[in-house]
């Protein structure tokens, strides 16, 4: 393995996480946030180094920054270290720009896609952004990025499965299509992120692996708090399905706008988080970071699965989910396994939540940006199917990230929900899913 | 034993499955529907001879509202072809079927709830001019041809002794008025065959009598009925014709009296004999009437 | 704290009778029209906002078409939209719906601002006013015939292009309650209301119900479509970003509150709906509620009314009761 190799995969590695923090920060725009959202401060910055392919600084490559509306705010070139720095006149959102007319012969943007580059920049924040340099495309450069897609896809798709659980179960058990099951993946990540940020900015300190833990349990408790203060009375009720599902959509404004007011508007990653050195099996590069994060979800999902097919609970749950009424006349505490699942779901939401937090940022518009990329894989298993709700999500996280080898990363939720619809124009049932009776 | 027209036509008739009869409005051949492993109806021919009242009976389960959605095209066969009053209907839309003029009510009942009783009976007639988008603006347009309606389905609920209810919503009637409803709502496309998939289920004894009237009453006006019904008695007294059906095969028809005796038939229902689900003997018929008559005052109740 | 409650009452009336109340109450007369009257739980409303608006601003604003003919353009894309959605999901259950086309309203959303498209869209940056007179809302603008002031009673005062604004918003309401008043006391109404009891029941008496979900698709999508227009016609200028799912939940919010399945619940509903929000703004501005997180309360004060009214008053203020407690 080169040392190009390597930073050509570091480079790619942090380009995606600044991808993925921009694309975060804009979708988690306020939609009536005026510039008055943020007081000014001043000091802000957006700054990098550019270097090419084998790690050499490129000088002279022409930077502008401009606000969304396309106002210019400053312009700079790369000095003979590579390096750049524009001041900033406030907070806010901009759009980083790199001339590529202004790259030596020879050196390319890794990905013309990934130029501009738009950034939310916090008070006081010197903010670093990478544009990834190579040459023009070599050899077996579509298998190498083809493997590093087909890896963050698989972890998007576990971390999505994990989230996705709970969801499609309360469906199965309940016939409730829950839109609030987002923000109970924002919710682990936020509790997380209060229980690992220093005691300094009013957090505990703890490990990230410990607040975690801490997210996780807590989600699972929120998750059956919600069930027995807000949907058992409402099922005694015999309030409707649709009317549930309405509900579920006031409750998701209600939780995520209260996360909002909690947590701030921005996104912002772990304070454990750092970037690491990549480890190398054969073709596939991954951080010790995302091996973690797969190698947890794909245990947690075994468990579940495990728990599913193998201990009582389980088989009451599939029971349940399988046919209410007979479930109920066998004997099996229905109510009882309803609540077990709801606190089941809330804690596998919050944990994936945090793993999320992890590989992306932690952000109050993350479980609501999460959940339609849960119901496709929900419905693309066959709504109310644990295993379904499995095999479901990963497709989609796969289809999403391996889109982008072909298309714009803008457009790669567009492929996902794109086969939901699809799927559902062949199979109105979904997949694995069952048709209904008539008559 | 029925006098009845169509009755004596029939007469002549040799009671076996899949015969031919003079004059067939519904003619089915090799229709198959499987549900996973399960063939729930594998009919392979089957006439419904024009004007006569025919039964068609068989244990729970054993395919008949399947039937019934197969060949008014609510759900598609794997495989065969059916035809009704000359149209070949495999393939043709549930909505087409019905203005072809063969309308089904539903086993469990279809009452538009939140719809009051006569717009429900409105709702039945074919061919308004007030139903297609543009004309529906000008009520010039459908205002005589509603009146028409209006009075036709007024006539149609006096008739089944709903006139009273003419003014409330679907959804505060009881089961029993449901069903009534459902029937003289079918009856407002002017079908020329009704298929009916248990209508007296649920039903008051009372109103038992006179809704067997309405159906007998039928063939009078040149409708064809072929209905689902659990009560031999019934059967008995107003069926030209009875067809049985047993996992999903038509195992025996003929004329009422013939298809009782048949060895066949008794051990249909003997081996499916479990639980309520054999209401073939009187005793049993007692018990379900009883359990009708329970079931409405609950749901009046 | 000194809070002046005529200032309260100001800033809520001028904003529940503004042209943005009009806007969602169109939004939400169509919606009436697919989930009110028809049963289509089309969470996709937005959607049908988005390409009104856009159909008109790319035809007006870069294409250089009169304003007429950018308005028919716009209504054109919601029929277009209706269309294309309707075939693969008008088969589905209720909730599939749901979900298919709020992700069929999202796709829209990140495809108009995604750079390939920047061409025709004008990407992420939507389309900017112009001055200049050339922009879309200028053509608009120049038709007003009310003479320049400022108009009203009172101290809720409107200048005459909001007034100009408002009067035409408030007028295409007023056409599009006299149009679902009269085709839902028809027999086409009828047919409409019984899919929504059972589509199935319909179907046995011989309505093509695919045909009139898809008629009740398209008529609640061009009134979606008039909403967008008539939204991006008082801004000015328009972003993708604006058109985000939440608008469709406020659509939501306004029927209900209002009642679904009646005339002029939505119209009620959003008078009322914007009159509660800006009066509790304006409350929580006086009493020096840090702006920042005004948005989210409001936000999230929306998803409470929208709990409790489903909860304890699902009929709405003009719905009946006896109707709800009915069950199927
Ligand atoms: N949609 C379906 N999926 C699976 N099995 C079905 C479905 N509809 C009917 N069946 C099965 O087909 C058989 C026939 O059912 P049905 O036609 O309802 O019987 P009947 O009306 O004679 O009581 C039954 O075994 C039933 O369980
Ligand atoms: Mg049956």
Redesign the pocket.
Known sequence: MSARMRAVVLALLAVAAVATTAGAAIASTPPDAGGDLVLAQGGETVRGVLRDGEGEPVPDVAISVATPDGEVVGETATDADGAWEVGLPAPGDYVVTLDAETLPEGVDLRDADRNPLEVTVRSAQNRTLIFALGEGAGGSRFLNSFLAQAVSGLRFGLIIAITAIGLSLIFGTTGLVNFAHGELVALGAIIAFFFNAPASVGGFGLTLILAGLIATVLSAAAGGAIELGLWRPLRKRRTGLIQMLVISIGLALLLRNALQVWFGGGSRPYYDYTIQQSLVFGPIRITPRDLIVMALATIVLVGVATMLQRTRIGKAMRAVSDNRDLAESSGIDVQRVILIIWVIGGGLAGFGGVLAGVVENVSYLMGFRLLLLMFAGVILGGLGTAYGAMFGSIVVGLITELSTLWFSTELKYVWALGVLILILLVRPQGLLGR????G | MPETPAARVLADVEPRPGVPKPDPILVVDSVVRR??G?K?VDVEHLEIQRGAITSLI?P????????FNLMTGFDRPDHGSWSFDGHDLSRVPAHQVANYGMVRTF?LTKALTRLTVIENMKLGATSQRGERFLPSLWPGVWRSQEREIEARADELLARFRMDHMRGELGGTLSGGQRKLLEMARALMVDPAMVMLDEPMAGVNPALTQSLLQHVKDLPGFGKTVLF?EHDMDVVMDISDWVVV?AQ?RIISEGPPAAVAKDQAVIDAYLGADHGDESRFTPVSFEASAAAARRHDQEESA | MDVDFTRVLVDGLRTGLGPVAAVYALAAIGLNVHYGYTGLLNFGQVGFMLVGAYGMGIAVSIHSLPLWLGIILGMLAAVALALLLGFPTLRLRADYLAICTIAAAEILRFVFRSSPMAEVTGGAFGIPSQVGGSGFSSGFYRLNPIPEGAYGIGPVMFSHTRLWMMLVAWLLVALAVVLVWALMRSPWGRVIKSIREDEDAARALGKNVFAYKMQSLVLGGVLGGVAGIVLVMNQGAMTPDQFLPQLTFFAYTVLLLGGAATVVGPVLGSILFWFILQAMDSLLRQTGFGSAALGAVRLAFVGLILILLMAFRPQGLLGNKQEMMLDA
């Open positions: 048709a209904e009776r008539i | 549900f996973g399960l729930a068989g729970n389960g054993a395919g008949k509202t399947t039937f086993q689902v059906m999903g």
